[in-house]
């Protein structure tokens, strides 16, 4: 085979994305490519991870079996999610091992909104709904990103998160047909979560550095104002039909647009949360610590019996 | 500290009797049979399936998507295709040769 030239190679790359070609493990890749999609998938595995904790906290208390039985299979899923994540990643040439260790010590960063607490029950159907809309708006644009395995990822992931929509949904319209108490209740979940939840989608595009590049090579398909307007659009008609309010005066239907408008969260209250400085992200990474410790017995106790029925 | 990391196994899942089995993903496990608890805990857990089968990753040789002249034709072979041929459905009656 002739040995092509950098040059040559890239744009031989970027012609495949260009005419909708999925890029798959082995191919040659840009440098910036592979690191961009390291980055990226590990952060989204991360997410998954640490998004078990949340909610995972209500398991115990959840209001009623079939409640308990929801919540402990969409917990499930999360971890599912994190582990498919991981392995998409890990066709990039980084290992699980690493990433895991990133987490462990604080260096890898992961979603926003795992960092808020979750005082109520209706945290957790408000989480379900906004938040996984959310998530669901974009892991979809995700699905239809350029490199295989992240995207075929995305696909199964979509099809799950779209039970821990109906759940959330469900367990909120419970709330909103309740006692003035558990209205209140779920109003004040929405209040919390509204500005966390429009955060989600990253920095505004001005000040988000290498969105044209990602837009190039398809590792976003969409702008996170984009995506962000989208699940505005999407959210807000569904909050306001169940009687509670969008806690945003200024969100209002624009007829000229065909849009939300909207009140834009605070960016530096983004940066610090998803640096290390949020409500919660102590706890979560001790919780994270603390649960890779002990399963420590099980792995070694696996490991063990690997190595005597290899052995035999 | 203990590996984490174990070897991974492709998974291959069947939907139905009848079906042919297909590739889902992967798993990291200590051993085959692991491997075949943890593909039924991550791609199991609501769709249907009648069957999995896991192989080791490092047991799969593969073609190199480098490689453009693997599958590449070396001339026409649309003769291998139903729609490689165009003979009518219906014909003028020749006249018998004499």
């Not at chain 1, 909610?55 to 039985?69: D, M, N, Q, S, T």
């Not at chain 1, 709904?129 to 992931?157: C, E």
């Not at chain 1, 990602?214 to 996170?224: E, V, Y």
Request: glycine share 6%.
């Amino acid at each position: 085979m002739s040995e092509q030239s950098h040059d040559q190679k890239l744009a031989e790359f970027e012609s495949r994305i260009a005419a909708g070609d999925k890029i798959e493990p082995g191919d040659w890749m840009p440098d910036e490519y592979r690191q961009n999609l390291i980055r990226m998938i590990g952060q989204h595995a991360h997410s998954e991870i640490v998004g078990q904790l949340p909610e995972g906290k209500w398991i115990p208390y959840a209001p009623g079996f079939r409640r308990k039985l929801i919540l402990l299979a969409k917990v499930q899923d999360e971890a599912g999610h994190g582990q498919l994540l991981y392995r998409a990643a890990e066709t990039l040439g980084k290992s699980r091992e690493d990433m895991m260790d990133e987490l462990l010590s604080g260096k890898a960063k992961y979603s926003n909104v795992f960092n808020y607490p979750t005082p109520t029950w209706a945290d957790v159907g408000v989480i379900g709904w906004l938040v996984d809309t959310a998530a669901v708006i974009n892991q979809t644009m995700l699905a239809q990103g350029s490199y295989g395995p992240y995207a075929r990822a995305m696909k199964r992931i979509c099809y799950e998160e779209s039970f821990h929509i109906k759940q959330g949904y469900d367990a909120v319209v419970a709330l909103a047909k309740g006692t003035p108490a558990q209205r209140a209740m779920a109003q004040d979940a929405v209040n919390r979560w509204w500005y966390p939840t429009l955060m989600m989608s990253g920095p505004p595009d001005k000040m988000s550095e290498h969105t044209a590049r990602a837009m190039r090579w398809r590792i976003k398909t969409k702008t996170n104002d984009k995506v962000r307007q989208e699940f505005v659009d999407h959210i807000v008609p569904q909050i306001r039909a169940l009687g509670l309010n969008v806690p945003d005066p200024d969100c209002k239907f624009d007829e000229k647009s065909g849009h939300y408008r909207f009140t834009a969260p605070d960016w530096d209250e983004l940066r610090r949360v998803v640096n290390g400085d949020g409500p919660m992200n102590k706890e979560r990474l001790a919780a994270r610590r603390k649960a890779h410790e002990d399963g420590l017995w099980v792995r070694e106790a696996l490991a063990e019996k690997a190595k005597r029925n290899h052995v035999a | 500290m203990t590996d984490t990391q174990w070897e991974t196994y492709e998974v291959f899942h069947q939907s139905r009797r009848g079906r042919p089995h297909e590739h889902v993903g992967s798993v990291h496990a200590p051993d085959p049979e692991m491997a075949l608890q943890m593909a039924r805990d991550q791609f199991a857990r609501r769709l249907e399936c009648v069957s999995i089968w896991v192989v080791r990753t490092k047991d799969v040789t593969q073609t190199d998507y480098q490689d453009p002249n693997f599958f590449s034709r070396s001339f026409d072979k649309s003769y291998r295709d139903p729609k490689g041929f165009n003979a009518p459905a219906k014909i003028e009656p020749s006249s018998d040769p004499e």
